[in-house]
């Protein structure tokens, strides 16, 4: 099960957010903390693992991008997803130039999340592939120059 982090100031927007019944086995999604700021995200992402965080752009005292800005610096999360209103279309543009992974549009249509969520799941997937193959290919180099009977 993948875990996500919901940050958004608006207490009833992340709990609105966590009924959607798009959580859960069938999707392989479940959200396992919520933070009203950037700032308290980061503390979570620094004390645990979390595999998407699902940020709103506009927030006291640290927003979304600069949450975006410090995930990707330091590689706390691999995928970041931006909330917005329509009329900040042009940060959610900004947050992909940094390197979130989407943007939602609010109020949040599940429809358009499930698809979201099955595009993220392919992403996350394969990044563990690819974590496999680089493991057994540096199991394979170490075998290739340390044999273990010289």
């Not at 308290?40 to 998407?52: H, I, P, T, V």
Request: proline letters at 3%.
């Amino acid at each position: 099960m993948f875990k996500v982090l919901i940050v958004d100031d608006v207490d009833i927007l992340r709990r609105d957010l966590r009924r959607l019944k798009v959580w859960g086995e069938a999707s392989g999604f479940t959200i396992t903390d919520e933070a009203a700021n950037g700032k308290e995200a980061l503390q979570k992402l620094n004390a645990s693992a979390f595999d998407m965080v699902i940020t709103d752009i506009r927030m006291p005292v640290m927003d979304g991008m600069a949450l975006l800005r410090a995930i990707s610096k330091d590689k706390l999360c691999p995928c970041v997803v931006l909330l917005s209103d329509y009329t900040e279309f042009s940060y959610a543009r900004e947050g992909l130039v940094h390197g979130a992974f989407d943007y939602l549009g609010k109020p949040i249509d599940g429809q358009k999340l499930e698809e979201l969520l099955q595009r993220v799941k392919q992403f996350l997937l394969e990044r563990e592939n690819e974590k496999a193959k680089l493991k057994q290919l540096e199991g394979m180099v170490e075998v290739a120059f340390y044999p273990a009977n010289d």
